[in-house]
């Protein structure tokens, strides 16, 4: 997988650089959605430098970018967003299109809300000082759910954090990020263990960063 580029675009910058967006709508169109009844998606990798959140990101920047599904993303990292700039770094995207949301949402005193310009997207962050028990964001997602169709959420890595796990039988599924020769196999296995163990629903991997090792040339020679 090649990094996202510097977004060069005036609007907003929501495309998929990493994941081709018919894919991804395939993939969306699949999810059944209500109104007022959000489907909650989470995305989980067994350790850092995976992608899932570049994966999140580009799952999101579809959704509310290009299908005007009313989205939000909710970021369980407690840690490293602190600023807006910060958000934008993790999520690929520039500061300047992220705004307070007009439209008054649940809330807690430890989350921050920004929206997208001219997008269906809304961001969830936690305040980096403030650490919450499972609980507290479990409450947080059922209230959010009546104000968005869909809700993707970039969990910490299993390796990092038990949060997406003990969140995972809360969500309507969860997807695990594969990193192509970074998994280990015992590490996949246990974050599918531990998520069926915690009564959660998998319907999904997605490998990330695979790289053919073989020319592509190569596969269009005749036979």
Not at 33 to 52: D, S
Not at 84 to 109: F, G, I, M, N, R
Not at 169 to 183: L, N, P, R, W
Request: proline share 5%; glycine share 4%; charged share 20%.
């Amino acid at each position: 997988m090649n990094d996202i580029p510097a977004s060069t675009d005036t609007t907003n910058g929501l495309h998929a650089y990493l994941v081709s967006e018919n894919e991804i709508k395939r993939l969306l169109y699949m999810v059944p959605r209500q109104e007022n009844n959000a489907t909650t998606l989470q995305f989980i990798a067994t350790q850092n430098g995976i992608g899932a959140s570049s994966v999140t990101r580009e799952f999101a920047a579809v959704a509310g970018g290009e299908m005007g599904i009313s989205t939000l993303l909710v970021s369980l990292d407690e840690s490293n967003i602190v600023t807006d700039d910060d958000l934008a770094q993790k999520y690929h995207l520039s500061s300047s299109v992220l705004y307070p949301p007009t439209a008054k949402l649940p809330s807690a005193d430890w989350i921050r809300f920004r929206t997208v310009r001219n997008s269906t997207l809304t961001f969830a962050v936690a305040t980096a000082d403030r650490q919450k028990h499972p609980a507290d964001w479990i409450a947080q997602l059922q209230a959010w759910r009546p104000y968005f169709e869909l809700i993707l959420i970039d969990a910490p890595p299993l390796k990092k954090s038990y949060l997406g796990v003990a969140l995972s039988s809360h969500v309507d599924a969860s997807i695990i990020v594969i990193g192509a020769e970074e998994t280990s196999k015992s590490d996949a296995k246990d974050l599918i263990h531990r998520i069926q163990e915690s009564h959660g629903n998998i319907i999904g991997a997605i490998l990330n960063k695979r790289r053919s090792h073989i020319p592509d040339i190569l596969y269009n020679l005749p036979i």
